[in-house]
């Protein structure tokens, strides 16, 4: 990102959301429409049961789903990073290895869902009706599943390798032709949800043929066969980025399951029965799940606006930004909410008639369960938004908090009071809880945004005297926090008469990138536990990639050309091919670290140990994220060094003679 180039930072921002957002959104409609193509035509040509099986089926496929892009979602972040990190052979393994992991997954659930399906229906919610329907559309759906999966993961590998319009053609493709087939093998063969569930994955099909073709014209990496090979610490890596895509669908399958066992044992004590909620509500789902995909798409779409902005300190843009996609998606979900309360009948006949008590309950759900729709016109931009502007804690807490925080306590909580009635309005409570959530983080946001950034004291390096000796030395310094270790540095600089980098180096990225000095100071070595959960929507680098990469490329640049001590930053790990380079690690005992901590950084003495143990925890997951190794293992560092033992000004000094003593013997060879 160059600071005058970037458009994200000097385009219009209504044409900058059109243009990333659109595509986002048919692809994300793409998606909700292959379950619902198939429900409206099981209703007209099989009824209301056939589309009741189809519900309790749908959780293996977003199990499906969570592994897919679990695989594909890890791949395409890690394809960034590796080539973000000019290292093409590592990337081109990361996509092998993902291939062959997404083979193996789905062929082993494949095999689990063909020999459990009954007891996995079981665990769904079905009943004693919706069983061999159920089993009939299952079956068909299990034994393709190789190929949904395979192709689902390789569509999100296809977009990070910058072809997001063949990724996208690929998924039109096929739910045209699931369009086309299902009222043939429907209503001309006469196959049920059997034929349903056949145009399903014969569509999916040739979606995985199209994906398989473009293995052999990727862009930006080639597979070959030693990439296919299988390793360890790829997939873990993989995988490790891709768990919050795989968290995220897996909570769509606790709400499905708990739902249904309720809508099934509560509906037994009612006119409706059990059948018909299940079906009902599948449905209504499902109709509302096409308006958060629009929801979703505009969202998605403006998260890399909403980053590289707030990340440049041009607050103003932010606001713009946000104002639109908070704005034009309240005006989606108001009449989305105008529709469920007038028609609900009309939209429900959609998917085939039903007797009275059908068409009556599904009235009541539109109208009660989605009651509030209007309010995930804020709550589903706001978790993408705190995740594009890297608050990753809100956005975690956000994209968790209606379906596993309130919607699934509200349902056990309003149903064992008022019934199924208790379970209809379980979601106008989850709606309404998320909503003042998500308004509150906003709220406290925007007067954040309204400060105007205060430049801070430009950040130069230190001049110091050249070492006038031939040698090249680079040292790079790991420690934890409160040890001494970058006053240590710095003194090892000095006393060896070469550059010390340490906030230096946040002057040089923000030249590079465009982001804010106080951002890139607020952000770096920052990675929190929470980050994992927001890496799923994400398009793209985020911009804590970005730093990563940037920081990387500028210490490769600063160690070829000069002498230097570099303060963390991974460094080692960035380095590590390097002849000259010497790692130090440099720790302390808590009680002295706490000493240092209230001493010289100002922290009050009862708080400094959990704000000590707090940024160690920071530092160890940035660099475990980015480097696949732990922060402060012995076998990373050529030194590891307790301050303790010396104190710093002696530490310094045996470190100047180790060094010195290094490099001579390096002369002698």
Same mark, same amino acid.
């Given at each position: ?65 969570? /592994? ?6 890890? !791949?395409?972040?890690? $394809?960034?990073?590796? /080539? ?5 052979? #590592? ?6 290895? !993902? ?81 086309? $087939? ?129 990340? !440049? ?100 909580? $309003? ?36 400060? #105007? ?5 430009? /950040? /130069? ?92 490329? *500028?210490?490769?640049? *600063? ?37 240092? !901590? ?12 959990? #704000? ?55 002369? #002698?060879?």
């Amino acid at each position: 990102m160059k600071k005058e180039e970037n458009i994200l930072g000097t385009e219009k921002i209504s044409k900058l959301i059109r243009k990333f957002s659109i595509p986002c959104i048919i692809s994300m409609l793409v998606n909700s429409l292959y379950n619902m193509v198939d429900q409206i035509f099981i209703g007209r040509g099989v009824g209301m049961l056939g589309n009741g099986a189809t519900n309790v089926v749908f959780p293996i496929s977003v199990i499906a789903l969570a /592994l897919s892009l679990m695989v594909g979602d890890g !791949a395409s972040a890690y $394809l960034s990073l590796k /080539l973000g990190e000019k290292k093409k052979q #590592e990337a081109s393994k990361g996509i092998g290895n !993902a291939i062959i992991l997404a083979s193996i997954l789905s062929t082993i659930f494949a095999i689990i869902c063909l020999i459990f399906l009954p007891h996995l229906l079981n665990l769904f919610g079905c009943t004693e009706n919706l069983r061999e329907y159920a089993k009939d559309y299952g079956y068909i759906i299990s034994f393709g599943l190789p190929f949904v999966m395979i192709g689902t993961s390789l569509n999100s590998i296809i977009r990070s390798d910058g072809s997001p319009k063949y990724a996208m053609i690929t998924m039109v493709t096929g739910a045209i032709l699931n369009i086309i $087939l299902d009222p043939i093998f429907i209503f001309l063969f006469h196959w049920g949800v059997k034929g349903a569930a056949l145009a399903t994955i014969l569509s999916q099909c040739v979606t995985f043929v199209l994906n398989i073709l473009y293995i052999r014209k990727f862009k930006t990496i080639t597979i070959q066969k030693e990439t296919l090979k299988l390793q360890k610490n790829i997939i873990k890596k993989v995988l490790l980025l891709g768990i919050s895509s795989f968290i995220t669908q897996m909570s769509i399958v606790v709400v499905i399951a708990t739902e249904n066992h309720l809508l099934g044992t509560l509906g037994a004590t009612t006119e409706f029965g059990p059948d018909i909620p299940i079906t009902v509500l599948g449905i209504v789902m499902k109709i509302s799940q096409i308006l958060y995909s629009i929801v979703l798409g505009i969202a998605i779409g403006a998260q890399p606006i909403f980053g590289y902005n707030y990340g !440049a300190g041009k607050k103003e843009r932010v606001r713009e930004a946000l104002k639109i996609v908070l704005g034009t998606s309240i005006i989606i979900t108001t009449i989305a909410f105008i529709l469920f309360q007038t028609i609900p009948d009309k939209l429900i006949l959609i998917f085939g008639s039903g007797d009275t008590n059908y068409i009556k309950f599904a009235c009541l759900t539109f109208r009660i369960y989605l009651m509030l729709v209007i309010c995930n016109g804020i709550q589903i931009p706001a978790g993408i938004f705190f995740q594009a502007i890297g608050k990753s804690s809100k956005s975690a807490i956000l994209s968790l908090s209606r379906q596993i925080v309130f919607l699934v306590p509200s349902m056990l909580l $309003l149903g064992h009071f008022f019934g199924l009635m208790g379970l209809l309005y379980a979601g106008v409570v989850a709606d309404a809880l998320a909503f003042l959530l998500a308004m509150t983080f906003i709220l406290l946001e925007s007067k954040n945004l309204s400060k #105007e950034t205060t430049p801070k004291e430009e /950040l /130069l390096p230190q001049e110091i005297k050249k070492n006038n000796k031939n040698d090249h030395i680079v040292i790079t310094i790991a420690r934890e926090y409160g040890s001494g270790g970058r006053y240590i540095g710095r003194l090892l600089a000095e006393k060896l008469g070469i550059n010390f980098y340490d906030k230096e180096l946040i002057k040089k990225v923000a030249e590079e990138t465009g982001l804010s000095m106080e951002y890139i100071e607020q952000n770096e070595q920052k990675r929190t536990n929470l980050d994992a959960f927001n890496n799923g929507y994400y398009l793209g680098l985020t911009n804590a990639d970005e730093l990563f990469l940037k920081e990387s490329e *500028i210490i490769k640049k *600063i160690a070829k050309k000069e002498s230097c001590v570099i303060i963390g930053r991974c460094a080692d790990f960035i380095l590590k091919e390097n002849k000259n380079i010497t790692k130090i690690f440099i720790y302390s005992d808590t009680e002295h670290k706490i000493k240092r !901590a209230t001493k010289y950084y100002g922290l009050a003495k009862e708080k400094a140990e959990k #704000e000590i143990e707090r940024k160690n925890k920071l530092r160890a997951n940035h660099y475990k994220h980015y480097t696949g190794e732990i922060w402060g293992k012995l076998e990373n560092y050529d030194i590891v060094l307790n301050s303790d033992t010396l104190g710093v000004e002696k530490s310094a000094n045996m470190l100047v003679e180790i060094i010195e003593k290094k490099k001579g013997k390096e002369n #002698e060879r």
